[in-house]
Structure formats: structure tokens, C-alpha cells
């Protein structure tokens, strides 16, 4: 059963949470709901046993898990990405 829940929310917030929304193909609703559900799942239901029991994976960070798995980047490619980054 769904129900109405409303937020008070700075405007600022609002416009970027529906810019973020919109580029997702996404409702506001739909993406607090998934945020929700990430703080509900306990630690042995997580997929990666890397992250720590404490904290809490946002839906931004959910999404970008694993994208970088099908590329070849070495370890001193990534220290001079870092070096040149400062």
C-alpha cells in the first residue's frame, strides 16, 4: 500500500534532486525509496564483502559500482592520473 509523505526541503535541494531525478528517468519518490531501502540491508546482504559493516551505500555510489571493470587501468596509469589531478 502506498501512502503521501511530505518533505520540507530547501529550494536549492529540490531543483537539484529533480535535475538528478529527470536524468535518470526517475521519480524523487522512487529514488528516496531506493535510498531507503539501502540503509535497510543488513551486512551479509551486501554483494561486496569490501565495505565495512558501518557504512551506508548511497544510490549515487550504488550506480557507479563496477563500472570500471571491463577497463585495463595499471596501478601507475592511476598514480599519475592522481599526480597530475594536484
Same mark, same amino acid.
Given at each position: 500500500?502506498?501512502?503521501?509523505?511530505?518533505?520540507?526541503?530547501?529550494?536549492?535541494?529540490?531543483?537539484?534532486?529533480?535535475?538528478?531525478?529527470?536524468? $535518470? &528517468?526517475?521519480?524523487? /519518490?522512487?529514488? #528516496?525509496?531506493?535510498?531507503?531501502?539501502?540503509?535497510?540491508? *543488513?551486512?551479509?546482504?551486501?554483494?561486496?564483502?569490501?565495505?565495512?559493516?558501518?557504512?551506508?551505500?548511497?544510490?549515487?555510489?550504488?550506480?557507479? $559500482? &563496477?563500472?570500471?571493470? /571491463?577497463?585495463? #587501468?595499471?596501478?601507475?596509469?592511476?598514480?599519475?592520473?592522481? *599526480?597530475?589531478?594536484?
Amino acid at each position: 500500500m502506498k501512502a503521501k509523505l511530505t518533505l520540507s526541503l530547501d529550494e536549492k535541494l529540490i531543483l537539484k534532486a529533480k535535475r538528478y531525478a529527470k536524468s $535518470r &528517468g526517475m521519480t524523487i /519518490s522512487e529514488i #528516496i525509496a531506493e535510498y531507503i531501502e539501502t540503509l535497510e540491508e *543488513s551486512p551479509t546482504s551486501r554483494r561486496s564483502a569490501v565495505i565495512d559493516e558501518v557504512e551506508t551505500i548511497t544510490p549515487i555510489a550504488k550506480s557507479l $559500482r &563496477g563500472i570500471m571493470k /571491463s577497463k585495463k #587501468i595499471s596501478t601507475v596509469d592511476y598514480k599519475k592520473y592522481l *599526480s597530475d589531478k594536484n
